[in-house]
């Protein structure tokens, strides 16, 4: 089993940033992919980005430019750094983890899932 916790959310301006970071439990971290996933209100849920196991990454055409995945395979977290934030970018942001290994944009290949953490943009 695998267990996520999310942290790092909160309230910012539109252009702040802020960093999300998704702690993991368990011995296969190095092996999965990771991934956040968002869902605002009213909204089905989205892929935000993912790093596989070697360290490739993916990002929704949303957020390229302005977000960042990476991993600390020693700490067992994964992290998403968020910058120039809009108001659009508020939601519940989910970390996700596939030990399978390969990253994808389908939120179905993903077998464990954090509880969230909110994030507000206001304008």
């Known amino acids: 089993q695998v267990q996520l916790v999310e942290s790092g959310g909160g309230l910012v301006q539109a252009g702040g940033s802020l960093r999300l970071s998704c702690a993991a439990s368990g011995r296969t971290f190095s092996t999965s992919a990771m991934a956040w996933f968002r869902q605002a209100p009213g909204k089905e849920r989205e892929f935000v980005a993912a790093?596989?196991?070697?360290?490739?990454?993916d990002y929704a055409d949303s957020v390229k430019g302005r977000f960042t995945i990476s991993r600390d395979n020693a700490k067992n977290t994964v992290y998403l750094q968020m910058n120039s934030l809009k108001p659009e970018d508020s939601a519940v942001y989910y970390c996700?983890?596939?030990?399978?290994?390969?990253?994808?944009?389908?939120?179905?290949?993903?077998?464990?899932w954090g509880q969230g953490t909110q994030v507000t943009v206001s304008s």
């Open positions: 996700a983890a596939n030990p399978k290994g390969w990253s994808t944009q389908w939120g179905y290949e993903y077998d464990y």
């Open positions: 790093i596989n196991w070697s360290g490739r990454t």
